[in-house]
């Protein structure tokens, strides 16, 4: 039971270039979603979904693309890398339902230069 | 709008001693209150979490004290040890929204052997 596996765990970019952070779970959780941790911000919720095809966005969405097509996948796309995008970015998971707790990835850090 | 507010931002503490981080939150949709520990270069994981009916839940060493009146609530660390020393976060969710954390900003915890 891997629980949720980010990849890649680093990665920088050059301002302007696109890329997709992969997240996975094999927990079969509804619930999905991304989050961006900054210094002294805590976490931020990029976008999340409530079951396969459905997506909504987060506080912070703006420049980032989603989708889910399957229970267990969830990308989060960087259509056009800015250096205010360098971050630790967190992916989760949680059953459907009330009072339970999210399961989180170890993360993707990302530097764009 | 900070929905959730956390204090303090950092906390050294002697071994032994006990911790205490605050929260306050604004939404009185709010009915699920987790803490998450993280350690460096990891994803935060949930240490314990309570409902608005109870006033207090404790498991182990970790207890969080909540005031429902007041829109607070608070983690306490008995018996800190050095293994402890992490940033801790609160969060909220609920209202039907229970697929959306919202987080704290987050608390360095140091604890000195």
């Known amino acids: 039971n891997a629980g949720v596996t980010q990849t890649p765990k680093f990665q920088v970019l050059k301002t302007g270039q696109s890329m997709t952070l992969q997240c996975a779970q094999d927990?079969?959780?509804?619930?999905m979603s991304w989050y961006r941790q900054d210094p002294g911000m805590g976490l931020r919720l990029i976008h999340y979904?409530?079951?396969?095809?459905i997506t909504d966005q987060g506080e912070v969405p703006n420049g980032y693309n989603v989708s889910r097509s399957t229970t267990e996948d969830f990308p989060l796309r960087l259509l056009s890398a800015a250096p205010s995008q360098t971050s630790v970015y967190f992916c989760?998971?949680?059953?459907?339902?009330w009072g339970y707790g999210y399961t989180f990835g170890s993360g993707t850090r990302l530097t764009v230069v | 709008q900070q929905q959730v507010k956390q204090s303090p931002q950092s906390l050294i503490v002697q071994k032994g001693g006990i911790s205490i981080i605050n929260c306050a939150y604004e939404?009185?949709?709010?009915?699920?209150f987790p803490w998450y520990q993280q350690f460096p270069g990891k994803g935060p994981a949930l240490l314990i979490a309570?409902?608005?009916?109870?006033s207090e839940k404790k498991e182990g060493r970790f207890t969080i004290s909540f005031n429902k009146s007041a829109k607070q609530f608070s983690l306490h660390i008995m018996d800190s040890q050095p293994g402890d020393s992490a940033t801790y976060f609160c969060?909220?969710?609920?209202?039907?929204?229970?697929?959306?954390?919202?987080f704290g900003k987050g608390t360095l915890l140091t604890v000195n052997p």
């Open positions: 989760a998971s949680s059953p459907a339902g």
């Open positions: 939404n009185t949709a709010f009915d699920y």
């Open positions: 309570i409902r608005p009916d109870v």
């Open positions: 969060a909220a969710t609920g209202g039907g929204s229970n697929y959306k954390l919202t």
């Open positions: 927990m079969n959780h509804e619930y």
């Open positions: 979904s409530v079951g396969a095809g």
